[in-house]
């Protein structure tokens, strides 16, 4: 079962937010004001690579 959970970079004021669900084949991203629209998949590695660019900000 997917367990969703807010992402740490999401806006807590009702703005930007975006829930995260971290499984061992694939991380799946989504947008919390329309969770029917679907989700986007990555692998770890990928999903992994991206968060360490944000916390540089080498985006």
Excluded: I
Aim: proline content about 5%.
């Amino acid at each position: 079962m997917e367990q969703w959970h807010k992402s740490s970079y999401s806006q807590g004021n009702g703005g930007d937010c975006v829930e995260v669900a971290e499984l061992p084949e694939q991380v799946k991203v989504r947008d919390t004001q329309n969770r029917t629209a679907g989700h986007l998949s990555f692998p770890p590695a990928e999903w992994s690579a991206f968060l360490a660019d944000l916390r540089t900000d080498d985006l």
